[in-house]
């Protein structure tokens, strides 16, 4: 079993920064792969990044890719996305999730777990 709980969401102008964080409990968080997803108001969760549990696999996919990075410090059972040129188009909330399997990471359903998401808002 696994919590997540998402922080350091926030209004920031366009061309910001934010550092998302997403702390989990439970004791095997360091084998789960995480995964970063968001959602727009009337629009379905868009994956953002995942990482492997060993930080071995990193995945993006392209209206990031260059712009966010995933980290994670498995002694602090912490999870972290750096965002940097924020674009209004990035306004959502952001949820954290992890799941054991190393397959499928952008997709939402093979998730087990999920933190409660952050509010992220981009102003142009």
């Known amino acids: 079993q696994v919590q997540l709980v998402e922080s350091g969401g926030g209004l920031v102008q366009a061309g910001g920064s934010l550092r998302l964080s997403c702390a989990a409990s439970g004791r095997t968080f360091s084998s789960y792969t995480i995964g970063w997803f968001r959602q727009a108001p009337d629009k379905e969760r868009e994956f953002v990044a995942a990482m492997s549990w060993n930080g071995g696999a990193i995945y993006y996919p392209d209206s990031v890719k260059g712009r966010f990075t995933i980290s994670r410090d498995n002694a602090k059972k912490t999870v972290y996305l750096q965002m940097n040129s924020l674009k209004p188009e990035d306004t959502a909330v952001y949820y954290c999730?992890?799941?054991?399997?190393?397959?499928?990471?952008?997709?939402?359903?093979?998730?087990?777990?999920w933190g409660q998401g952050t509010q992220v808002t981009v102003s142009s």
């Open positions: 999730a992890a799941k054991t399997a190393s397959s499928r990471v952008g997709l939402p359903s093979t998730y087990d777990y």
